[in-house]
């Protein structure tokens, strides 16, 4: 393998281009200690930060963090520069299921060990809050053992992107496998749009074509709707009733990855149960419990708590350029709230509005260049003794809110972190 196109941040060695989108490009890589191989995705900071695609980077780190599962693809590590970041992959090198889907339909034995993989994945993804929305056959890749490893979480979702009726609400997806709810754009259930998604998949897999096909995207969208499709007639029989359930329109009587599980065609040849308990330390138990915890708190926040795992330094050079601070509470919200307020009246600041979890105060150290300070400060309860503190400068000098938070706020709340 030629790898001559250079070192990144002394640690990997990059070989040929693999792939390339708007904003990011995929090679192949080689770790210069261990020699395993990998996919090293290069993104470049201004542009995302142009096209304000920096939560969307974040969002697709955050995830992969999250969802480690045999049967999607692995995140090694974040690196970063002052101009990219370095996302490093496991290097799956058998391609994509397209390409094997393409040459023809497949034996039933193996699409079901796909389908399997495939589902397997999917509801460990939903049991972590993350929903994918763009699973197609172009985002399953196959290593060399021929195991399926799901990619791709660029427009995938956490439980904290639902909105106040409890459902997503951004279209997203590929045409031929959008679920036909957020065709309707009223708000949809993420866990079930995957479920459609794979849906079309496991069709394919068996049929050779997707279900869903028309030159005219409208009469596409009518047909989805509708779910207006036709089985081939090699199509297994046992399968077809387990497809019709996941391509049910109505995704509140659609089927479920656990009743999925159970189904008898999709069980056949089952080595051992599909969901395990993951592998995981004191740590990363206690990740996983906030995040079932924290339904309003973004799982890049929670990550980024991790000394392990801290990705903040990555999209800012210097910390104190950084308009947000947040840290961690033991106290009660009320108390951290009274707190502040304290502090704020002891600074001459104004508190303009508060509540039980949010405060919002002005005025004060008024001496920096850009005039007075203004600070929302929100409180976001993790578990019942845990709280996050988020607090972000929203008006006046960035030196002077450090200085507030720094000498003032932090150290009289020290006897609570």
């Avoid at 001559?4 to 989108?21: F, H, P, S, T």
């Avoid at 990740?287 to 990555?314: H, M, Q, R, T, V």
């Avoid at 009320?334 to 600074?347: F, G, M, P, Y």
């Amino acid at each position: 393998m030629d790898f001559k196109r250079g070192v990144i941040m002394n640690r990997y060695e990059l070989g040929k281009l693999l792939g390339q989108g708007n904003f990011a490009k995929v090679y192949h890589g080689r770790n210069l200690e261990t020699g395993m191989n990998v996919a090293v995705k290069i993104v470049d900071k201004d542009r995302i930060m142009k096209v304000g695609m920096m939560n969307q980077i974040k969002r697709e780190i955050s995830v992969m963090k999250l969802v480690n599962h045999p049967n999607v693809v692995h995140l090694y590590e974040v690196l970063a520069s002052k101009t990219k970041i370095y996302i490093i992959l496991e290097y799956v090198k058998g391609g994509e299921l397209f390409d094997v889907v393409a040459k023809g339909k497949l034996k039933e034995h193996v699409a079901r060990k796909y389908f399997q993989q495939l589902i397997a994945a999917i509801d460990f993804c939903h049991s972590r809050g993350v929903y994918h929305r763009d699973l197609k056959l172009e985002n399953l890749l196959l290593d060399d053992e021929g195991n399926l490893k799901v990619s791709d979480f660029g427009l995938s979702a956490l439980v904290e992107n639902k909105g106040l009726d409890g459902l997503l609400h951004t279209s997203c997806g590929t045409p031929a496998y959008v679920a036909p709810e957020i065709i309707k754009q009223k708000g949809y259930d993420g866990a079930k749009a995957d479920v459609w998604s794979c849906g079309v998949v496991l069709f394919a897999l068996l049929a050779g074509f997707l279900p869903f096909r028309d030159s005219n995207l409208m009469e596409m969208y009518r047909k989805i709707s509708r779910s207006d499709f036709k089985y081939p007639n090699w199509f297994p029989s046992e399968a077809r009733k387990l497809v019709s359930k996941m391509l049910d329109p109505n995704p509140k009587t659609r089927i479920s990855t656990i009743k999925i599980m159970e189904n008898s065609w999709f069980k056949k040849g089952l080595v051992s149960e599909t969901r395990k308990p993951e592998s995981m330390d004191s740590g990363s138990l206690k990740s996983n419990f906030y995040l079932e915890k924290a339904e309003n708190l973004n799982a890049f926040d929670i990550i980024s708590l991790s000394p392990g795992f801290d990705l903040s330094g990555l999209f800012k050079d210097n910390v104190e350029d950084k308009n947000e601070v947040q840290f961690i509470s033991k106290q009660a919200g009320k108390d951290i709230i009274l707190k502040v307020e304290e502090i704020a009246k002891s600074l001459n600041m104004k508190v303009l509005k508060k509540g039980d979890t949010f405060l919002k105060m002005e005025g004060g150290l008024k001496d920096g260049k850009d005039g007075f300070l203004a600070v929302d400060l929100d409180i976001f309860q993790i578990t019942p003794n845990v709280h996050l503190i988020d607090a972000k400068q929203t008006q006046g000098d960035r030196v002077k809110f450090h200085e507030l938070m720094n000498e003032h706020i932090k150290p009289a709340l020290m006897d609570m972190v």
